[in-house]
C-alpha cells in the first residue's frame, strides 16, 4: 500500500511539471499559476497543491534542474565536433530545435528569460553558458590575426542572435526553418563582427 502511494504521488509529480513546463513555456512565469497548470491537466486546482510544491517557484526549479542535466550531457555529446566556434553553434542549433519539441527546453529558455523581470531565483547551471561559450570562441579567435574584438562580445552577440531567432519562431512571425534561419543569422553575425571564414565556421555546424 505505501508503495503504491509513493508511485501515485510520483506519477503526480511528474504530470503537474509536464503540464507545468507546456504551460511556461506558453504563458511565461508570470502568466502561470497552480490554477492554469492545473487546468492543462484537465483536474481542479487541488491536485496542484501544496502537498506536492510549496510554490509556483518550486516548480519553476524543479524543471530548470532537470532540464540543466539535459543540457550537460548536451555539451558533452558534442566533443566529436572541433573545438571552437562550430562546436558552440552546434550545441546551440541542437538547443533551439530540441526546445521547439521539448517543453521542458522551451519552459527552462523562457523562465531563464523571464527571470530577471519578475524576479525568479533559479538555481544556477551545472556550469557557466557564457564561460563555456567563450572558451569555446576564444578558441576560435586564437587562430585569426588582426581581429580586435573580444569572446565575451561575440559570446553575447551569440546568445542575442539565437534567442532572437527563437522567440520569432514561437511567436509565429518567422516562417523560414529554424536551422536555416539560424546558419543566415549566425553568417549574418559573423561577418558582421569582422570575423572571416564564416562559411567555413558554418559548414562544421551540425546538430548533434
Known amino acids: 500500500m505505501v508503495n503504491r502511494r509513493e508511485e501515485h504521488k510520483a506519477e503526480t509529480r511528474k504530470a503537474i511539471l509536464s503540464a507545468a513546463a507546456l504551460e511556461f513555456a506558453t504563458r511565461g512565469y508570470g502568466g502561470t499559476s497552480f490554477a492554469t497548470i492545473a487546468a492543462a491537466m484537465g483536474r481542479p486546482k ?10 509556483k517557484q518550486e516548480i519553476a526549479v524543479a524543471i ?73 570562441i576564444q578558441l576560435t579567435l586564437n587562430d585569426l590575426e588582426g581581429v580586435t574584438v573580444g569572446a565575451d ?14 522567440t520569432a519562431k514561437i511567436h509565429g512571425i518567422e516562417e523560414v526553418a529554424t536551422s536555416r534561419r539560424l546558419m543566415s543569422a549566425w553568417g549574418d553575425m559573423i561577418v558582421g563582427l569582422g570575423l572571416p571564414s564564416s562559411g567555413s565556421v558554418l559548414e562544421r555546424v551540425a546538430r548533434l
Open 153 to 166: 562580445e561575440v559570446m553575447d552577440r551569440v546568445l542575442v542572435t539565437t534567442l532572437g531567432v527563437w
Open 46 to 55: 487541488s491536485a496542484v497543491g501544496h502537498h506536492q510544491f510549496a510554490s
Open 64 to 136: 530548470t534542474e532537470q532540464q540543466y542535466d539535459d543540457w550537460r550531457k548536451l555539451v558533452e555529446r558534442a566533443e566529436h565536433v572541433p573545438p571552437g566556434l562550430a562546436r558552440l553553434l552546434s550545441v546551440m542549433l541542437t538547443m533551439v530545435l530540441d526546445a521547439e519539441v521539448n517543453p521542458f527546453a522551451a519552459a527552462t529558455v523562457r523562465l531563464l528569460t523571464d527571470a530577471e523581470v519578475v524576479k525568479l531565483a533559479l538555481p544556477p547551471s551545472v556550469f557557466s553558458w557564457r564561460k563555456y561559450g567563450a572558451q569555446q
